[in-house]
Protein backbone atom coordinates (compact mmCIF):
# COMPACT_ATOMS: atom_id res chain seq x y z
CA UNK A 1 0.00 0.00 0.00
CA UNK A 2 1.07 2.94 -0.35
CA UNK A 3 2.06 5.10 2.26
CA UNK A 4 4.02 7.87 4.09
CA UNK A 5 5.76 7.76 7.17
CA UNK A 6 6.94 10.26 10.08
CA UNK A 7 8.88 8.50 12.40
CA UNK A 8 8.84 10.82 15.14
CA UNK A 9 5.82 12.48 17.23
CA UNK A 10 7.82 15.21 18.56
CA UNK A 11 11.15 16.96 17.78
CA UNK A 12 12.55 19.53 20.23
CA UNK A 13 15.21 21.65 19.26
CA UNK A 14 17.26 24.85 20.40
CA UNK A 15 16.70 28.24 18.21
CA UNK A 16 19.79 28.01 16.15
CA UNK A 17 20.49 24.57 16.02
CA UNK A 18 19.57 22.42 12.47
CA UNK A 19 16.51 20.79 12.34
CA UNK A 20 15.74 17.98 10.34
CA UNK A 21 12.29 16.51 9.95
CA UNK A 22 12.09 12.28 8.24
CA UNK A 23 9.71 11.66 6.33
CA UNK A 24 9.70 7.99 4.24
CA UNK A 25 7.29 7.04 1.74
CA UNK A 26 6.35 3.42 -0.10
CA UNK A 27 5.65 4.23 -3.61
CA UNK A 28 6.57 2.27 -6.15
CA UNK A 29 5.96 5.03 -8.98
CA UNK A 30 7.85 8.31 -9.28
CA UNK A 31 6.41 10.22 -6.28
CA UNK A 32 4.96 13.48 -5.94
CA UNK A 33 5.72 14.82 -2.54
CA UNK A 34 4.97 17.72 -0.31
CA UNK A 35 5.40 19.29 3.10
CA UNK A 36 2.80 21.30 4.60
CA UNK A 37 2.63 22.98 8.22
CA UNK A 38 0.12 24.14 10.19
CA UNK A 39 1.20 26.66 12.94
CA UNK A 40 -0.89 27.17 16.09
CA UNK A 41 -4.33 28.63 15.55
CA UNK A 42 -3.53 28.45 11.73
CA UNK A 43 -4.89 26.19 8.75
CA UNK A 44 -2.70 23.46 7.43
CA UNK A 45 -0.78 25.01 4.61
CA UNK A 46 1.50 23.92 1.83
CA UNK A 47 5.37 24.76 2.83
CA UNK A 48 6.96 23.05 -0.40
CA UNK A 49 6.93 20.57 -3.03
CA UNK A 50 9.61 18.42 -4.51
CA UNK A 51 9.24 19.58 -7.49
CA UNK A 52 9.58 22.92 -7.46
CA UNK A 53 13.06 22.64 -5.74
CA UNK A 54 12.50 26.02 -3.72
CA UNK A 55 13.33 26.87 -0.13
CA UNK A 56 11.10 28.35 1.58
CA UNK A 57 11.56 30.23 5.42
CA UNK A 58 14.51 28.54 4.73
CA UNK A 59 13.29 25.29 4.49
CA UNK A 60 14.63 22.63 1.96
CA UNK A 61 13.75 19.15 1.09
CA UNK A 62 15.45 16.84 -1.67
CA UNK A 63 13.89 13.55 -2.62
CA UNK A 64 16.29 10.52 -2.80
CA UNK A 65 14.56 7.67 -4.43
CA UNK A 66 17.21 5.48 -3.38
CA UNK A 67 16.16 5.39 0.44
CA UNK A 68 12.36 6.20 -0.30
CA UNK A 69 12.64 9.74 1.67
CA UNK A 70 11.69 13.49 1.73
CA UNK A 71 13.27 14.69 4.76
CA UNK A 72 12.62 18.56 5.57
CA UNK A 73 15.76 19.98 6.46
CA UNK A 74 16.65 23.90 7.82
CA UNK A 75 20.27 25.19 8.89
CA UNK A 76 19.29 27.45 11.71
CA UNK A 77 15.82 26.93 13.62
CA UNK A 78 13.84 29.62 14.22
CA UNK A 79 11.19 30.27 16.98
CA UNK A 80 8.49 30.78 14.80
CA UNK A 81 9.16 27.55 13.05
CA UNK A 82 7.18 25.96 16.13
CA UNK A 83 4.32 24.23 14.28
CA UNK A 84 3.02 20.73 12.85
CA UNK A 85 4.67 19.30 9.86
CA UNK A 86 3.30 17.20 7.50
CA UNK A 87 5.05 15.27 4.43
CA UNK A 88 2.28 14.20 2.56
CA UNK A 89 2.29 12.33 -1.02
CA UNK A 90 0.26 13.06 -3.86
CA UNK A 91 -1.90 9.40 -6.18
CA UNK A 92 -3.92 9.94 -8.27
CA UNK A 93 -5.14 13.37 -7.43
CA UNK A 94 -5.57 11.89 -3.60
CA UNK A 95 -3.00 13.40 -0.82
CA UNK A 96 -1.92 11.14 1.32
CA UNK A 97 -0.63 12.65 4.43
CA UNK A 98 2.05 10.95 6.73
CA UNK A 99 0.99 11.32 10.56
CA UNK A 100 2.87 14.51 11.13
CA UNK A 101 5.80 15.81 13.60
CA UNK A 102 5.38 18.53 16.11
CA UNK A 103 8.69 20.87 15.66
CA UNK A 104 9.30 22.82 19.07
CA UNK A 105 12.05 25.17 18.89
CA UNK A 106 12.64 26.59 21.90
CA UNK A 107 14.72 29.95 22.83
CA UNK B 1 -10.01 36.80 0.01
CA UNK B 2 -11.38 35.13 2.98
CA UNK B 3 -10.34 31.98 1.90
CA UNK B 4 -12.24 28.25 2.50
CA UNK B 5 -15.05 28.76 4.89
CA UNK B 6 -16.46 26.22 7.59
CA UNK B 7 -19.04 26.12 10.33
CA UNK B 8 -19.54 25.22 12.97
CA UNK B 9 -15.82 25.44 14.30
CA UNK B 10 -16.61 23.21 16.93
CA UNK B 11 -19.60 20.62 17.44
CA UNK B 12 -20.99 18.75 20.52
CA UNK B 13 -23.71 16.23 20.59
CA UNK B 14 -24.40 13.02 21.75
CA UNK B 15 -24.04 9.89 20.13
CA UNK B 16 -26.42 8.63 17.42
CA UNK B 17 -28.06 11.92 17.01
CA UNK B 18 -27.13 13.46 13.43
CA UNK B 19 -24.64 16.19 12.72
CA UNK B 20 -23.91 18.75 9.29
CA UNK B 21 -20.77 20.71 8.80
CA UNK B 22 -20.83 23.20 5.41
CA UNK B 23 -17.77 24.47 3.81
CA UNK B 24 -17.70 27.29 0.84
CA UNK B 25 -14.43 26.91 -0.79
CA UNK B 26 -12.46 29.48 -2.38
CA UNK B 27 -14.53 31.12 -5.20
CA UNK B 28 -13.65 29.66 -8.63
CA UNK B 29 -12.25 26.39 -7.03
CA UNK B 30 -14.07 23.48 -9.03
CA UNK B 31 -12.80 20.92 -6.72
CA UNK B 32 -13.77 20.39 -3.51
CA UNK B 33 -12.44 17.63 -0.53
CA UNK B 34 -13.10 16.57 2.55
CA UNK B 35 -10.76 15.17 4.96
CA UNK B 36 -11.51 13.48 8.27
CA UNK B 37 -8.07 13.99 10.96
CA UNK B 38 -8.18 12.55 14.47
CA UNK B 39 -6.02 12.89 16.94
CA UNK B 40 -2.51 12.83 16.44
CA UNK B 41 -3.11 11.93 12.83
CA UNK B 42 -2.49 13.14 9.85
CA UNK B 43 -5.69 14.32 7.07
CA UNK B 44 -7.07 11.54 5.77
CA UNK B 45 -9.25 12.02 2.23
CA UNK B 46 -13.43 11.01 2.37
CA UNK B 47 -14.48 12.56 -0.25
CA UNK B 48 -13.49 14.45 -3.61
CA UNK B 49 -16.26 16.49 -5.94
CA UNK B 50 -15.09 18.09 -9.14
CA UNK B 51 -17.48 20.51 -9.79
CA UNK B 52 -20.69 18.60 -8.54
CA UNK B 53 -19.80 15.33 -9.11
CA UNK B 54 -18.03 12.62 -6.34
CA UNK B 55 -14.99 11.49 -8.13
CA UNK B 56 -13.22 9.67 -5.41
CA UNK B 57 -15.52 8.33 -2.34
CA UNK B 58 -13.68 5.13 -1.99
CA UNK B 59 -13.03 6.55 1.62
CA UNK B 60 -16.47 7.59 3.10
CA UNK B 61 -18.05 5.29 5.27
CA UNK B 62 -21.71 5.41 3.40
CA UNK B 63 -23.44 3.58 5.85
CA UNK B 64 -23.81 6.68 7.98
CA UNK B 65 -21.54 8.99 5.80
CA UNK B 66 -23.23 11.49 3.16
CA UNK B 67 -22.09 14.27 1.24
CA UNK B 68 -23.32 16.44 -1.35
CA UNK B 69 -22.27 19.34 -3.36
CA UNK B 70 -25.53 20.33 -5.33
CA UNK B 71 -24.34 22.97 -7.07
CA UNK B 72 -20.78 22.64 -7.52
CA UNK B 73 -19.96 25.56 -4.79
CA UNK B 74 -20.89 24.73 -1.49
CA UNK B 75 -20.73 21.14 0.14
CA UNK B 76 -22.65 19.88 3.18
CA UNK B 77 -21.04 16.67 5.01
CA UNK B 78 -23.56 14.91 6.90
CA UNK B 79 -23.29 11.73 9.85
CA UNK B 80 -26.41 10.06 10.82
CA UNK B 81 -26.48 8.46 13.67
CA UNK B 82 -23.15 9.96 14.97
CA UNK B 83 -20.84 7.45 17.15
CA UNK B 84 -18.26 8.45 19.44
CA UNK B 85 -15.45 7.08 17.17
CA UNK B 86 -16.59 10.02 14.82
CA UNK B 87 -14.95 12.56 17.34
CA UNK B 88 -12.24 13.73 15.40
CA UNK B 89 -11.54 17.42 13.25
CA UNK B 90 -13.14 18.13 9.56
CA UNK B 91 -11.67 19.37 7.01
CA UNK B 92 -12.20 21.47 3.66
CA UNK B 93 -10.19 21.82 1.33
CA UNK B 94 -10.78 23.29 -2.24
CA UNK B 95 -7.99 23.88 -5.50
CA UNK B 96 -8.46 25.76 -9.01
CA UNK B 97 -8.75 21.96 -10.67
CA UNK B 98 -8.05 18.48 -9.75
CA UNK B 99 -6.79 15.58 -12.01
CA UNK B 100 -5.57 12.10 -11.86
CA UNK B 101 -1.86 13.53 -13.05
CA UNK B 102 -2.07 17.06 -12.43
CA UNK B 103 -1.61 18.69 -8.77
CA UNK B 104 -3.02 22.17 -8.07
CA UNK B 105 -2.10 23.24 -4.54
CA UNK B 106 -5.47 22.58 -1.91
CA UNK B 107 -6.67 25.00 0.58
CA UNK B 108 -7.71 24.15 3.64
CA UNK B 109 -10.35 25.61 6.14
CA UNK B 110 -10.02 25.99 9.26
CA UNK B 111 -11.77 22.78 10.11
CA UNK B 112 -14.90 21.85 12.40
CA UNK B 113 -14.26 19.88 15.93
CA UNK B 114 -16.18 17.19 16.28
CA UNK B 115 -16.98 15.66 19.90
CA UNK B 116 -19.27 12.85 20.28
CA UNK B 117 -20.44 12.05 23.75
Known amino acids: AQRVTQPEKLLSVFKGAPVELKCNYS??????LFWYVQYSRQRLQLLLRHISRESIKGFTADLNKGETSFHLKKPFAQEEDSAMYYCALILGGKLIFGQGTELSVKP | EAGVVQSPRYKIIEKKQPVAFWCNPISGHNTLYWYLQNLGQGPELLIR????????DSQLPKDRFSAERLKGVDSTLKIQPAELGDSAVYLCASSDRGGLSSYNEQFFGPGTRLTVL
Open chain 2, 49 to 56: YENEEAVD
Open chain 1, 27 to 32: YSGSPE
